[in-house]
C-alpha cells in the first residue's frame, strides 16, 4: 500500500462506541453555541459595523488562544506546511465575509435556507477531497433533515416557501457556504497531529489576516473607546465560545465522524435560534413550526444512529 492511500485510509477512519457518542454530542454542542452567537450579534450589529465586529472577535480570540499556549508551554513557533492554515483562513473568511454582504442584498430567512444545502455540499467536498463515502442511509437523514430545517426557517408559511426567489444575495452568500463546506473535510486532512490549541491558533490568525482586508478601512468609523457594553459582552461571546471553543468541538467531531455527519448539525441552529428567542422573551414560534423541528431532530437521530 502506497504512502498516499493510507494517509487516506486514516483520515477514513471513524470512530466507534463511547468516542462516536462524544463525537456526536461535541457537534451537537457546536450547533447551540453557535446558534447562541445569532442572539448576541445580532444586538452588536446594531451599533457597530459587523465586518469590523468580526475582526475585533478573531483579535481577541488570537490575544486569548496565545497567551494560553504559552501558559501551557506549547510553541508558537512558525507551523509546518503553513499553507494549510492560509487555505483554512481563506475559506473561513470568506464564509464570514459573504455571509454579512448577503444580507445587505437579502433577509436572513434566504440565507437559511441556502445554509442547508451545506451537508449535501460537504458530502460532496468529503468524496471529492477524501474519497469518503456517504451511505444512502445517511443522505436520506441528511434530506429529512434538510426539509424539517427549510420548513423551521420560513416559520411554517407555504406561501413564504414557495415565493423564494435566488437573488444577488442568495448567490453571494452560497459562495460562501460553498467555502465552509469545504472547511470541515479539510480540518481533517490538513490535520498533523499537532496540539488542537496551536492549530486552532494559526488557524483563526488566518482567518484574522484575510478579514482584515475588508475590514481595515471599517475602524475609522468605529469608536472603540466609547462601545457599549453589549458590544463588548457579544466580542467576548463570539470570539472565546462561539471561535475558540467550538473550533475545538468541531475539531473533535471532524476527526471522528464524516464531514457530512458533522455538518448535519447545522440543520438544528435555527431551532436552537428558535427556542433562545423565547426563553428571552422575543416570542415563541408556531405549532407548525415545531414540527418542522421535530422532523429535523428525527432526521438527525436516524443518521446519528447510522453506521458511517
Known amino acids: 500500500m502506497t504512502e498516499s492511500s493510507t494517509a487516506q485510509s486514516r483520515h477514513n477512519t471513524h470512530a466507534r462506541g463511547l468516542e ?22 445580532g444586538v452588536a450589529t446594531q451599533l457597530i459595523d459587523p465586518i469590523a465586529l468580526q475582526a475585533l472577535r478573531y483579535a481577541l480570540t488570537i490575544l486569548l488562544i496565545g497567551l494560553l499556549c504559552l501558559k501551557t508551554g506549547l510553541s508558537l513557533r512558525w507551523p509546518g506546511e503553513p499553507w494549510r492554515f492560509a487555505v483554512l483562513g481563506l475559506l473561513m473568511a470568506v464564509y ?21 444545502l451545506m451537508p449535501l455540499l460537504s458530502a460532496g467536498f468529503g ?40 437573488g444577488r ?16 473535510p479539510l480540518l481533517r486532512l490538513f490535520n498533523r497531529k499537532e496540539p488542537p490549541l496551536t492549530f486552532v491558533f494559526w488557524a483563526a490568525a488566518a482567518t484574522f489576516l484575510f478579514i482584515m482586508i475588508p475590514a481595515a478601512p471599517r475602524f475609522s468609523e468605529v469608536d472603540l473607546m466609547h462601545l457599549p457594553p453589549v458590544v463588548w459582552l457579544a466580542i467576548f461571546y463570539l470570539s472565546v465560545i462561539t471561535t475558540a471553543v467550538t473550533f475545538f468541538l468541531l475539531q473533535y467531531a471532524s476527526m471522528r465522524l464524516p464531514a457530512p455527519k458533522v455538518l448535519a448539525y447545522g440543520y438544528l441552529t435555527p431551532t436552537f435560534i428558535i427556542v433562545i428567542e ?22 438527525l437521530l436516524v443518521m446519528a444512529l447510522l453506521p458511517d
Do not use: N
Open 20 to 41: 462516536k457518542l462524544k463525537a456526536h454530542l461535541a457537534v451537537l454542542l457546536f450547533s447551540l453555541l453557535v446558534s447562541g452567537s445569532f442572539s448576541f450579534g
Open 96 to 116: 464570514m465575509v459573504t455571509m454579512f454582504i448577503a444580507l445587505q442584498f437579502t433577509k436572513p430567512v434566504a440565507t437559511g435556507a441556502i445554509f442547508t
Open 127 to 166: 468524496w471529492l477531497l477524501m474519497r469518503q463515502r456517504t451511505r444512502p442511509g445517511v443522505l436520506l437523514s441528511l434530506l429529512i433533515a434538510a426539509t424539517g430545517a427549510v420548513w423551521v426557517i420560513f416559520r411554517g408559511d407555504l406561501g413564504a416557501l414557495m415565493a423564494f426567489d435566488v
Open 169 to 184: 444575495g442568495e448567490m453571494i452568500y452560497f459562495v460562501g457556504v460553498l467555502c465552509h463546506a469545504a472547511y470541515v
Open 278 to 299: 423565547g426563553l428571552i422573551g422575543h416570542g415563541w414560534a408556531s405549532a407548525p413550526v415545531f414540527l418542522g423541528a421535530l422532523v429535523t431532530a428525527c432526521g
